[in-house]
């Protein structure tokens, strides 16, 4: 017996094998190396959606129905090895939005946490409890769970963004709630820009306590992130596998924004090679800015502006860029973390 190999099966355990299981039992031995694996082992692929393609489908889309009547008019970035689950790794989900001028998609909300990062179009808001924010390209926005949230376009151009949740971990442990609201949008009752201002300036309100694990922003600006990384590449302190990566965080606690799901940006310079890489983490990137390709497993894909991909856990990757490249990317890795799960692997660095 071993962690990769079944014992043989005899004749005597073939029939004690048959009846145990009409009474629903199954012999560990039997399964034990399907279920308990040496190397993570899913059915998740490495994949790239061509942004040009997508947006021409969603506008195709939108004249077919209407952001109100779908809900929320998307479509899922469906991974190839995971067809007909709604997920783009195991863990999981990946749609893009479209919301045309003047439409509104419903207030809703759902146990389910979701980022918004903005590939198309300037100007549309969403509202999140209260308050609206602006969304303009390369804008990380959040949805924590169970927040009341609404998305409209009062401007003459769509609106596209790339839909990230949880729901296949939500669904995996039972735990999906959702509720619509009761009026098309929710009464504003924050003023817009008021959750940067109070908790995105390296300060909190005097004795400010929170129950959400999620970030009290719900809009991190392109701008100010792509500022940041700008400054720090004076430095020329280049990560071998990532460049400069950096993480999104919930300024609570330092931790990841979101509870389920961790966020990064990172800026690769012209010509630059990353080293081989992997860790449990399967991860969606989407690129913000620049050209070049990724290598994951054998399989290299060429990339340019809003074109998403998605690296499975546990598969080495090389990031290769042309032009200076920004690459905002998310996974799972903020549950892994906390469930004593994540392992990365950097290779002979």
């Known amino acids: 017996?071993?962690?990769?190999?079944?014992?043989?099966?005899?004749?005597?355990?073939?029939?004690?094998?048959?009846?145990?299981?009409?009474?629903?039992?199954?012999?560990?031995?039997?399964?034990?190396?399907?279920i308990i694996t040496p190397e993570p082992k899913s059915d998740c692929q490495p994949h790239l959606w061509r942004f040009a393609n997508a947006k021409a489908h969603l506008l195709e889309a939108g004249g077919l129905i209407s952001a109100k009547a779908a809900e929320r008019r998307v479509l899922i970035l469906e991974n190839p090895g995971l067809r007909g689950t709604s997920k783009i790794t195991t863990s999981l989900y990946a749609g893009l939005q479209l919301v045309m001028p003047g439409e509104v998609a419903p207030a809703h909300r759902h146990s389910q946490t979701a980022l918004r990062f903005v590939l198309d179009g300037s100007g549309a808001h969403t509202a999140v409890n209260g308050e609206r924010t602006e969304m303009r390209y390369g804008d990380f926005v959040i949805t924590p769970p169970n927040a009341w949230h609404d998305h409209g376009n009062e401007t003459r151009e769509s609106m596209i963004w790339l839909d990230g949740l949880d729901i296949p971990?939500?669904?995996?442990?039972?735990?999906?709630?959702?509720?619509?609201?009761?009026?098309?949008?929710?009464?504003?009752?924050?003023?817009?820009?008021?959750?940067?201002?109070?908790?995105?300036?390296?300060?909190?309100?005097?004795?400010?306590?929170?129950?959400?694990?999620?970030s009290p922003i719900f809009n991190y600006p392109y701008e100010r992130s792509r500022a940041a990384l700008e400054k720090m590449k004076e430095q020329a302190d280049w990560d071998p596998c990532h460049g400069l990566k950096m993480r999104y965080v919930n300024p609570n606690d330092g931790g990841y924004a979101m509870p389920t799901m961790a966020t990064f940006l990172q800026l690769l310079p012209k010509a630059f090679q990353t080293a081989a890489y992997r860790a449990t983490d399967a991860t969606v990137f989407t690129v913000v800015e620049g050209t070049g390709r990724s290598t994951i497993g054998d399989k290299t894909y060429e990339w340019g502006p809003k074109d998403i991909f998605v690296a499975p856990s546990w598969r080495w990757i090389r990031h290769e860029a042309d032009e200076e490249t920004v690459i905002f990317s998310y996974s799972d890795r903020a549950a892994q973390e906390k469930l004593g799960l994540f392992r990365q692997d950097r290779g002979n660095n």
């Open 1 to 34: 017996m071993s962690l990769t190999e079944k014992p043989a099966i005899t004749p005597e355990r073939l029939a004690f094998y048959e009846k145990i299981d009409k009474e629903a039992f199954t012999p560990l031995w039997e399964v034990m190396s399907s």
């Open 169 to 214: 971990l939500v669904s995996f442990f039972d735990a999906s709630f959702a509720e619509g609201f009761d009026a098309e949008a929710q009464p504003l009752t924050r003023e817009t820009g008021d959750s940067l201002a109070r908790y995105g300036a390296n300060m909190l309100p005097v004795d400010f306590e929170t129950k959400s694990a999620a």
